[in-house]
Structures are given as C-alpha cells and as structure tokens.
C-alpha cells in the first residue's frame, strides 16, 4: 500500500500545523510520498508566502530595494524551523534566492521557492529524502505541461525511493528555466506523484473536512459529501465548488487512483473519497448543489425559427466571432436563449447583437441580465422520480422566481437560472429541502 500525500499552505503554515502533519504522517506507514505547499495564512489577515514572494520579486525587477521583504519572508521560515528544533540553516538557500531575484531569474523562479524551501524543512523534519520538482516535473518550452516525460522522469526518479518530499507547484523547462503550474497547483504535482509511482491513494489534506454539499457562506454547517464521482465533482468545481485544482484530477483519474479530500486539523474525519464509479448508494438524492452569478441571457425570437436550418449554428457564429463561449442553450420552437458571462460579454454586448441581426434577423432580440446559475448535482437523481418538482416547490415556496432550467441527458445535473438576488434563498431552499429535512 502505498499513499501519495498533499498538504495545503494552511496545514504548513506554522511549525504548530507541520507538528500536526508529522503526526499525521506518522501515523500510517503508508504515506511515503509527501508533497508541501508553501506555508499559507497563520490568520485569516495574515499573508500566505507565495503572495510575499511575488511582492518581494516584483519590487526586485524594478530595482527597488527588496531586502527587507525578503528578510519578511526567511522570518516565516526561520519560524518554523525553530519552532519544530531543527537544525538547518537556510542562509544559504536564501543568498542564492538574493542573487537570483537580482539576476531577474523570473516571476515563476521567485514563487516556485515558498514550496521548493517548504518541501526542504518537511524532508528534514520527517527524516525523508528531499527531491526537487524541478529534476522531475518537465514543461515544453511554450511553457505547456510533459505528462508523459515527466512520467517517466518521475516513475524512474522515484523506483527505488522509498520514502520522499517532493515540493508542490513547480518544475522546470529542459534548458533548467523555472516554471509553475497556475495558482494552487500543488495540487496538480500531487495528482502526478500519485500517478508516476501508482498509488494506491492520493491523499489531499486542507483545512476542511472534505468536499461541502453546498458553500458554507450560503448555507450554516454543511453536510460533507462522503464519496462523490469524478463526473460529479467537475460539474460542481465548474459552478463554483474550489475543492481542489481543476488539472489535478486528470493524472489520477487516468490512472485508476481515488483521491481523499482529509483536513490537517480534524485528522479523524474520514473526508471525501472523490472516485471514477461507485455503487454506494448516496445517503440524499443529490450530492451537491453549486452556483455563480452574474449572467446574461440573450433571447432571440422567430416566427418558424424551428424549420430554417442553420438558424442556432448561425447565432452561435455571431459569439464565436467575439471570443465569447456560451453556458447553456435553453430553447422553445421560436425562442432560443444563450446564456453567457455578463463580465465577457458586456464590452462586446452591441458588436454581437448587430451580428445576431445581420445574420438572423430575428423578430426580437432582448437581454436579461444579473442571473445566477445553479447546479444541482446528483448520480442519485437518476434513479429518483421528482427530484426536478421537489426544486420547483422548493423555490416556489421560498418565493423564488426560475428564470431558466436545463437539464442534461445524463440526468446527473439539474442547472436553474434566477436572478442574482434570490441567489442565496434559492441554494438555501435546496438545501432544506434534500438534505436539512432529511437529518
Ligand atoms: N503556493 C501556491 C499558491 O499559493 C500553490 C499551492 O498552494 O498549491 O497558489
């Protein structure tokens, strides 16, 4: 049995939370492979070091003076190696950062070292081999990720490596250049360790017990969601859900390998296991409900739109040709609607309505902004009759206005539209109805 396990800037943030990590570690002989995040916040207004690290690399490409910034940040360190008595000095590592940062050695080069000095103090602290990302984690040189030379880089790397850290978010281009995954990719290195030394788990430890049914800044206290499809969970990260790096679930996904969504500071949570199939019956019929504001509906109107060929390609030609991709595609015999990113289209709001008329000409053409969407998400819904009333009451009684409903084939997603003020209400109602009744 072996275990793939990622820790977030949270649960590193502190030699505090990296004594917890330890004993987490330790705990289960399984967890060789350990990948670090940079330390995060110690308090909600605290700064995580990546942040500090691009403030301290920006002020340094300008030429300003970025020594006390960067003293800021060998403090945070200096903090956790003291506070779990190591012996291990960092002034090397950080005069080498100086000439670096002075030498202009890049944006990606200055962030990538809050994992690259984390992941060095982790391996000192359990007694593991240290493995820098940059040896194994490979990037094209237009900067797209290698899956498959890092693969085989890393599987090799590591055939004989029992026990390693290997720090998160980064790798290099084959000239040595320093590049990062985008934000929060540590993730993503995880997912990729798990696959290069097949995994029988990838472990994710955060700060929360695991993957919410709906967001706690709508809803009080959310029920975790035990075990959730890989199909499941990208619908719900697409509306909205951050569990973890979308890129992430990719590598493992292919591989075969579940992932376990654990929180550093309840340890005994069992979490969310996140898996291609299952036949665990669900214990609500709906696994999670998601959401994002702000869009915009353009409703077309024509008399016999339904039988002239071409008419929903040729609209969409008019979005196409302004870089704008569409949401969903409700649509009645002589009404079609597109739904669209408010922000993405505003700019280009009157050039694709004129391209709409030119091409169309439709009988009207109106707009209907500050929408919200939401997906409900659910394997169970399939099996279940009514889910789709049991909403629509929901919302009804809580005085909530649908604006739109689409619902996919596969029967596993529910999207509702309303407008962005009955957002709330409307999850809250959702919720009450499948999961708060049902306790
Ligand atoms: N430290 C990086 C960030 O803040 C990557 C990560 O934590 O996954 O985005």
Redesign the pocket.
Known sequence: MKKVVKF??SSLASAEQFKKVGDIIRADESRCYVVP??PGKRFSSDT?V?DMLYTCYAAAEQGDDFSDKLEAIKARYQEIIDGLELNLSLDDEFETIRKNFEARSGKDYAASR??YLNGIIMAEYLGYEFIDAADVIRFNGDGSFNAELTNTIMSTRLSNVERAVIP??FGAKSDGSIKTFS?????ITGSIVAKAVLANLYENWTDVSGVLVADPRIVKNPEVISTITYKELRELSYMGASVLHEDAIFPVRKAGIPINIRNTNAPEDPGTMIVERTCQIPPYIITGIAGKKDFVAVNIEKDMMNSEIGFGRKVLAAFEKYGISFEHMPSGVDTMTVVIHQAEFVEKEQKVLTEITHLVQPDSLELESDLALIAVVGRGMRESRGTAGRIFAALAHAKVNVKMVDQGSTEMNIIIGVKNRDFETAIRAIYDIFVESQL
């Open positions: 977030g800037g995040s940079a995580k990546t809050g994992e998160g978010f934000r929060g990719g540590s993730d």
